[in-house]
């Protein structure tokens, strides 16, 4: 499904080039960029966007002349948002929802597009505060990854007005490349140490662990189990069946066997390998304490998600255990989350995805409070981050000082298609690339061959029928 709001404007009937084109055909860094916006030649917006002085609409340039919000199913469902101003300057902005992706849609189609038609699309403090404080009703998943999209999308248009890559922008590069980290993982130990090396051969240096459970039927995050439509798990947990999955989770059985997988996996590999592991919020504080502290020997990098985000009081007793680095942050959504974890430095990585947190604006902020406790960058890379998204993190990870380590899971051949990427892995590091804006170019002929498709995140209950956090 592609759906367009408002109409666009009649941009093909006077014959001006498709906006679209100016993205394909951006100048590289250093070349020619779009012309200072001139005043007087734009067709007047179509609707106010606000009542005071200070919101008139623009009659500019670089006044937004759409918004639309595409939708299509590549490998799995993706929300982007499109701005375009009236020099015909294109913007990109992920606003993919994992599992909840329509609400989303509706939030930006139905509440905020009508917002920035007219509106300046270089203020991006300004839209920013305006989309955050002017609904009232603020925070929460949606919200936050619709103002990311409109973020991200005039941070897009601006490093394409400057004609440089957008981690100029944000002061630019800290460092020569990203260090990256993959997802191995195994039914059993064999299968495990085949993942492990064959990331290796990808280039991987930092590799995240997951196993299976002996007992469990089926754990997340591994690659090999198959679905209950008979399809792999192969890193994208997201199903699109009518109802969502349900597996199976015991604790006790996990806390048993996790460290010897990992005293197996130091055994085979050495020391030197940074190993990683995320305990997707299914334990307790004291459960979590105890898993830290079993896991010492083995010198992970982070233990991610350990217990259930909401409760940041928790991580504290955890601390309180064990010396294992702690990461946490990919359903959070603003600073608030982080302000006792920070603060009292409970956790050792952000783990925040630029799409979910409210954009570049905000994470920056985020990432910044952090660097003030010697707390690092970690993040959030899964698939369902849109390579809209990604783009967004590699310009901020390579520009910030306090970078800690980046999650990459290669999208599909298809999702390639749609989104024509220029970011590099080489040798176990990324890099955005140094085409103008984020370096990504939304391919709708491709994408429209992929309509949505309702999917679901599966969910756990224990042994007894007890719905558990997945
Ligand atoms: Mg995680």
């Not at 509440?111 to 203020?123: E, T, W």
């Not at 949606?142 to 999308?153: K, L, N, P």
């Not at 196993?211 to 798990?233: E, F, L, M």
């Not at 990427?421 to 491709?446: K, R």
Request: charged share 20%.
């Amino acid at each position: 499904m592609t759906s367009q709001h408002p109409p666009t404007p009649a941009r093909d009937e006077a014959g001006a080039a498709d906006p679209r084109d100016v993205v394909a055909d951006a100048p590289v860094a250093g070349g020619e960029a779009p012309t200072t916006p001139t005043s007087g030649d734009a067709a007047a917006p179509t609707e106010p966007h606000g009542t005071g002085p200070h919101s008139a609409p623009q009659r500019s340039g670089s006044a937004i002349r759409s918004a639309e919000v595409l939708v299509s199913s590549p490998d799995r469902n993706f929300v982007t948002l499109r701005v375009t101003t009236e020099d015909g300057v294109v913007g990109l902005g992920d606003a993919t929802l994992n599992g909840r992706e329509l609400s989303v849609v509706s939030y930006l189609r139905d509440h905020v597009v009508p917002l920035l038609i007219g509106r300046d699309a270089h203020r991006i403090e300004d839209t920013w505060q305006f989309l955050y404080r002017s609904a009232y009703w603020r925070r929460g998943p949606v919200t936050m990854a619709a103002i990311a999209a409109v973020d991200v999308a005039l941070w897009d248009i601006k490093a394409r007005y400057a004609g440089m890559p957008l981690y100029q922008l944000l002061g630019g590069a800290s460092r020569t490349g990203i260090m990256a980290y993959g997802h191995a993982s195994g039914r059993d130990l064999p299968e495990l140490f085949d993942s492990i090396r064959h990331h290796q051969e990808l280039g991987f240096r930092s590799i995240r662990v997951q196993t299976a459970v002996p007992g469990i039927d089926k754990v997340y995050g591994i690659a090999a189990q198959h679905t209950s439509t008979g399809s792999r798990y192969d890193y994208e947990p997201a199903q699109r069946i009518p109802l969502p999955a349900e597996e199976d989770w015991d604790t006790r059985a996990y806390l048993r066997h996790l460290p010897r997988v990992f005293e197996a996996v130091r055994h085979e590999f050495g020391p030197e390998l940074p190993l990683l592991h995320d305990g997707h919020h299914r334990m307790t504080p004291i459960q979590a304490a105890r898993l830290g502290k079993d896991l010492e020997p083995y010198d992970l990098f982070w233990l991610e998600d350990c217990t259930p985000a909401e409760n940041q009081d928790a991580l504290r007793l955890v601390r309180q255990h064990t010396t294992t680095p702690l990461a946490i942050g990919e359903v959070f959504n603003t600073v608030w989350d982080y302000q006792t974890l920070v603060r009292e430095q409970l956790v050792d990585y952000v783990r925040s995805a630029v799409t979910h947190t409210g954009g570049i604006t905000a994470l920056r902020r985020i990432l910044d409070f952090a660097a003030q406790y010697q707390i690092k960058s970690g993040i959030h890379g899964p698939t369902d981050i849109s390579p809209v998204g990604m783009a967004a993190a590699l310009h901020l990870d390579l520009a910030i000082h306090n970078f800690g380590i980046q999650e990459y899971m290669p999208h599909g051949r298809l999702t390639d298609e749609v989104f024509r990427q220029s970011f590099t892995f080489t040798e176990g590091f990324l890099h955005p690339g140094d085409a103008p804006g984020l370096g990504v170019v939304y391919d709708d002929a491709v994408a429209d061959r992929f309509p949505y498709q309702p999917a679901y995140l599966p969910f756990n209950r224990l042994k007894d029928g007890t719905v558990h956090d997945w």
